[in-house]
């Protein structure tokens, strides 16, 4: 049986601190400098009944002066999660996968229905109309947009 001192339980809960606190210190400079480079807004799921996949939709913004690619995306809310794109074929629509996708600098890109959508699949617990779930986007400048995205009906409606 051992005897806890207090004074060195404080002591190390103060070093764990301190090596939290110093992180982020260290940290802050590197981020202040990319963090504001990209934004997501008008986030939202489109979900489906019956375990059809559901479909994530965001607007892409690049605030800097060199164009940033969109490479990854995953979710601790879903098995799967893709970027795709809806090819029209005349009358016949197909989806393609997307290995990446450019947010254009000073400019924006919709993903949006019609066009690009976050294919999502295998959700990892029940997810409804009113749900809220969060994608993470990684971007080729080594930044994540950790994204909140409203479930919404298929009709988009709130
Ligand atoms: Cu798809």
Redesign the pocket.
């Known amino acids: 049986m051992s005897i806890r001192h207090p004074l060195l339980a404080s002591h190390a809960r103060a070093a764990t601190l301190a090596a939290l606190f110093g992180a982020v210190f260290i940290g802050a400079p590197a981020l202040a400098a990319e963090a504001h480079a990209l934004t997501a807004r008008d986030a939202w799921v489109r979900w489906l009944p019956n375990n059809l996949?559901a479909?994530g939709y965001v607007t892409l913004a690049n605030d800097s002066d060199k164009p940033v690619d969109l490479l990854d995306i995953s979710s601790d809310d879903y098995g799967s999660a893709?970027l795709?794109q809806?090819v029209s074929n005349g009358s016949t629509q197909k989806?393609v996968m997307v290995d990446k996708l450019t947010v254009p600098a000073h400019g924006s890109v919709a993903i949006a229905p019609g066009g690009y959508?976050l294919?999502l699949e295998k959700p990892a617990h029940k997810i409804m109309p009113g749900s809220i779930v969060h994608l993470k986007l990684k971007f080729s400048d080594g930044e994540t947009l950790d994204t909140a995205f409203p479930v919404k009906p298929p009709t988009g409606a709130q």
């Open positions: 996949p479909a893709m795709h809806t989806m959508h294919m």
